[in-house]
């Protein structure tokens, strides 16, 4: 089955620690996408890449870093300098063209708590 | 930048419709989409209009009028599973061609 994976489901993080989340997607897809999610909000957008080594800051960028080496994987890394980490995570990925490609397909999230 | 607004509650019984409302304020309108998001989960894609009018996917329906940046999901024969949150969201050409979400209405559906 294709789709896209996120690991670990629930993370804890202690102050002062950077942690990576994983994302990986099987779909070949060329976006991917990380949100983040306060309870009860919507969706915002920290970083997008269309394509590989290239990527680009979303709306909440800071105190947040990602790469994008394969097609298939693109970790989020949660620095220390996020002032207030603690959500839920999401990952997507879609197509850059054809008829589809408005489609975002979301991955199950990680839920970071900070202690 | 973008902006969307779409109402933060709303509930109504089984078999009911509900319509929910987004307007949107964007520079380089591509498309509107719609995702739905029970508790817990991931969002998945429900509809989505690039062109004035009515698009039907089984029980629900979204519509778009870009003349007047609105637009609405219908959902009909309301179900209990039927119970989440629902995102609208706009593709910006003029901004990276990157989806803004709107803040949700969350559907609360009773017997």
């Known amino acids: 089955d294709g789709g896209i994976t996120q690991s670990p489901k629930y993370l804890f993080r202690k102050e002062g620690q950077n942690v990576t989340l994983s994302c990986e997607q099987n779909?070949?897809?060329?976006?991917m996408y990380w949100y983040r999610q306060d309870p009860g909000q919507g969706l915002r957008l920290i970083y997008y890449?269309?394509?590989?080594?290239?990527?680009q800051k979303g709306d909440i960028a800071e105190g947040y870093s990602v790469s994008r080496e394969k097609k298939e994987s693109f970790p989020l890394t949660v620095t220390s300098a996020q002032k207030n980490p603690t959500a839920f995570y999401l990952c997507a990925s879609s197509m850059v063209s054809g008829p589809r490609f408005d489609t975002q397909y979301f991955g199950p999230g990680t839920r970071l708590t900070v202690l | 930048g973008q902006s969307l607004e779409q109402p933060s509650e709303v509930t109504a019984v089984e078999g009911a419709i509900v319509q929910i409302n987004c307007t949107y304020q964007t520079s380089g309108f591509y498309g509107l989409s719609w995702y739905q998001q029970h508790d817990g989960g991931a969002p998945t894609f429900l509809s989505y209009?690039?062109?004035?009018g009515l698009e039907e996917t089984g029980r629900f329906s979204s519509f778009l009028s870009r003349s007047d940046s609105y637009g609405y999901l219908l959902l009909q024969e309301l179900q209990m599973k039927d119970s989440a949150s629902y995102f609208c969201?706009?593709?910006?050409?003029?901004?990276?061609?990157?989806?803004?979400f709107g803040g949700g209405t969350r559907v609360l559906v009773k017997p």
């Open positions: 969201a706009v593709r910006d050409l003029a901004a990276g061609n990157k989806l803004t």
């Open positions: 779909l070949n897809h060329d976006a």
């Open positions: 890449s269309q394509i590989v080594n290239d990527f």
């Open positions: 209009n690039a062109l004035d």
